[in-house]
């Protein structure tokens, strides 16, 4: 275990409000924290558009191989979180002025031991897997602290595409959502990302703070009513002075990827519960609509492909068809190792390519003119990493 890291970060909330803040504090275990005084300089902007084609899985160098210890297959994951509560405001506690936030005096320990703060005297707290929630009592704030294992730690650019999809998958279905600062550090794996954006009518400022250790990524999101986000700025950084992780403990008991949110495919021809974190990009030609999901690191995807030129197809070309699809998409030497007719219909090919060093399982069927295949890919050296949250994903895919 460690304690969270001193970091400097200008925070950019709605009045421009700006504060130095500091992550300090030895673990409960004894461990030191690591003193880091330089500032990010990269300028804000938003994600990387998404390219035109998918491209294919990375080649680029794996790390040492992984072991092949067996691995249980993951338990049912926890349902979307909805960001802030929906409760009717309550009276203020006495003592307690609008706009002014007193910090308790007791630590709160996370049940699990993932991480300790100071939070907010009187607000409403809610202990999670992974997680835990603070609640104004007039609903003007909302804190929520999240833990995710990524089963791989990260590089730099890893760690910004983490970033970059949850903040937009997390915070973007908001009316008005706009990023209004986003400062990655891709050397020391910490990044802050201020948006605005509405909540119930309300507008609100929301700063998250990304913080990596190994394989584990704390987000601690501040929410604020426009009309206090400068007041409650000052309370919410002297919360982050106080905080302490204990990524080791973090790494052991939370389920990698745990955290996800349901996509929706077009027209609604599917369902999927993707990871949070997970880049998702779109793109369409003249007869097919391309879904894919990307895990930060890249060597684990997603995708479907809904094809429909406005004919239909049998099941008698389904399978050359979904051959042919395959080597289109993925490489033209896939080698396919198993063949598996579904109960429900569909037919599940698994496969490989020499020539790229990746795997996949692909599902197809046909609905009217309408063609799917929905299909996992992994590069080899990460399967032990990411098979079982693609298993999941694929337990989660569901045809109407």
């Not at 294919?56 to 067996?70: A, I, R």
């Not at 032990?384 to 298993?391: F, H, I, P, S, V």
Request: glycine share 8%; net charge negative; aromatic share 12%.
């Amino acid at each position: 275990m460690k304690g969270l890291r001193r970091l400097l970060f200008p925070v950019l909330l709605l009045a421009v409000l700006m504060l130095a803040c500091n992550f300090g504090g030895p673990g409960q275990d004894g461990g030191e924290p690591t003193a880091v005084s330089s500032q990010p300089t990269q300028p804000a902007t938003q994600a990387v558009p998404a390219s035109d084609t998918p491209p294919p899985l990375p080649s680029d160098t794996p790390p040492p191989p992984v072991t092949d210890t067996p691995r249980p297959l993951l338990p049912t994951k926890a349902p979307t979180q909805p960001p802030r509560p929906t409760m009717p405001p309550q009276p203020t506690e006495p003592g307690q002025q609008p706009g002014v936030i007193e910090l308790s005096t007791a630590l709160y320990e996370h049940p699990d031991g993932l991480f300790d703060i100071y939070p907010p005297l009187g607000w409403d707290l809610e202990n999670k897997t992974g997680a835990a929630t603070f609640n104004a009592p007039d609903n003007s704030g909302f804190i929520n602290i999240e833990v995710t294992h990524t089963s791989v730690v990260m590089d730099g650019d890893a760690f910004e595409r983490f970033v970059d999809a949850r903040d937009q998958n997390f915070f973007g279905q908001f009316d008005g959502y706009q990023v209004t600062d986003r400062q990655v550090d891709k050397d020391i794996l910490v990044a802050r990302v201020t948006k605005e954006l509405f909540f119930d009518g309300v507008p609100q400022v929301v700063f998250t703070l990304y913080d990596q250790h190994g394989a584990v990524v704390y987000s601690l999101d501040f929410w604020a009513d426009a009309d206090v986000s400068d007041s409650y700025g000052v309370a919410y950084e002297q919360i982050i002075d106080g905080a302490t992780v204990y990524s080791e403990t973090a790494a052991e008991v939370v389920e990698p990827y745990y955290w996800i949110y349901d996509f929706y495919g077009p027209g609604d021809l599917f369902t999927i519960e993707v990871p949070t974190p997970w880049r998702y990009e779109y793109t369409e030609g003249d007869t097919a609509i391309v879904d894919t999901f990307y895990s930060p690191d890249e060597h684990a995807v997603v995708q479907n492909v809904t094809y429909d030129d406005g004919e239909v197809i049998s099941r008698e070309v389904a399978g050359a068809f979904a051959l042919e699809l395959l080597k289109q998409y993925y490489a033209a030497d896939i080698v396919i190792t198993d063949d598996q007719v579904q109960s429900d219909g569909s037919e599940r090919l698994t496969w490989y390519s020499p020539s790229g060093d990746y795997s996949g399982i692909s599902f197809f069927e046909t609905r009217g003119t309408t063609f799917l295949l929905f299909s996992t890919l992994w590069d080899n050296p990460y399967e032990a990493d990411y098979l079982d949250t693609l298993n999941y994903i694929i337990s989660t895919y569901d045809i109407p």
